[in-house]
Every structure is written in C-alpha cells, then in structure tokens.
C-alpha cells in the first residue's frame, strides 16, 4: 500500500537547517530544513535517529547527474506530487539505477536477484551509527541557497514533508508494513555548482534491502 497521505518531491531553496533538541522521551531525532517555494517555507522534517533501535539509522551519500532523475530534474519550485512508478521521476532505494547501492563489481546485465542480493549483504553499502553520525553526514550535503529536492510525503496541516527515508522493506508486525511500497523513498538531493546533486539518503536498521512488488520484505 502507499503513503497515507500521498508522495512527492518538493523543489525549492534551502533558507536553514537545524537539529532537534536531544530529550530523553524517546522520540524521533531529525534534522529540520527550511526549504522556501512560493507556497512559503516548508519544513522538512529528516529522521535520523530510529526510537528503540540498537544502530540507529543507516545511510548513505553520492552524487547524480540531472539526466538521472527523469521529469524532476526539470520542474518548477514547489510541490509536486509524483506517481508510485518508474517512469514518473519517483525514488525506490532498491530498484532505482542512480540510486540503488553501487556493489563495486561490472555485469553487462543486471544479474540475478539472488546474486545481487548476495553482493549487497557482501558489499555493505550502508553506513550505521548514532543520530550524530547521521546528522553530520546529512549536513555534509547541505548548502544555504542552494537548490533542493527533497522527497517525501506531505504534512497533513502546514507547509512540509516528512517520511524521508526509504519506505519499504518494514517487517511483518511492524506499525509501518501497511505503508510499504514501491518507487516512494524519500531522498535530499542538493545541487552542486556543477549542476549536478549531492544525494542523501536513509533507511532503519529493520527495513529489508529487498522487497517485493508490494514493497514488503523478500
């Protein structure tokens, strides 16, 4: 099933960003941007910490090209809300080719599932650690004034998106397996002064690294 409240890609121009303030009541940890589009500021909430998990989150940080990211690469500031699909500029973490793990070996074709699979839990493309790990690795991307793209599901009330991590792979009993599905990961992409993106990205250390058509673990 989808995201309750729809998926899209927010285009603007990075104003802040701000970590929460560290509490002890076991809430999520994230770090707040401040995107500006002609709507107004967004917030764009990025979680970076996992409540209950002994490794917190897992990311990672590269670079695409524009000509990676389809129809995106063209639109307009603002929010644009983006079909569940390939051909739509939407993100999947696992079946995206700019975005999925690079596993560091050279095929002439993609090979089989189980291969791939086993070259992922080989290769380790994640990286694990604490919210201060994570946040300084988003911050690393981050530049004031520069143009955004920001992935995710929209507020409900308010300008903003949340839900910008990768949103399938949720395990069977978990609050979150109802919204699995594929092409809607969240994703922030900053651009560089090459015109090309810096790209972070996260998922929790219980989300599975393979899915099915339905976005539910393999």
Not at 57 to 75: I, M
Request: glycine share 12%; proline share 8%.
């Amino acid at each position: 099933m989808p995201l309750d409240h729809g998926y899209g890609v927010l285009v603007g121009t990075l104003l802040s960003h701000q970590r929460d303030t560290p509490d002890d009541q076991g809430r999520w940890y994230h770090v707040n941007l401040r995107v500006q589009a002609p709507a107004g500021t967004y917030r764009c909430a990025i979680d970076v910490d996992a409540a209950g998990s002994s490794v917190g989150v897992q990311w990672r940080t590269f670079g695409v090209n524009p000509t990676d990211l389809g129809p995106v690469a063209a639109l307009s500031p603002g929010f644009h809300p983006l079909a569940s699909v390939p051909t739509s500029g939407a993100v999947d973490l696992i079946r995206h080719p700019a975005f999925r793990p690079r596993t560091g070996c050279l095929f002439v074709t993609r090979p089989p599932g189980w291969l791939e699979a086993l070259i992922r839990l080989l290769s380790n493309p994640w990286t694990a650690g604490d919210h201060l790990a994570a946040s300084t690795a988003l911050e690393s991307v981050l530049v004031v004034g520069a143009r955004v793209l920001v992935y995710g599901e929209p507020f409900t009330s308010g300008l903003g998106v949340h839900n910008i991590h990768q949103n399938q792979g949720d395990p069977a009993g978990s609050p979150w397996w109802d919204e699995n599905g594929i092409w809607q990961d969240g994703a922030t992409l900053v651009q560089r002064d090459d015109g090309g993106y810096a790209v972070f990205v996260s998922k929790f250390s219980t989300q599975a690294s393979q899915t099915d058509d339905d976005g539910h673990p393999v």
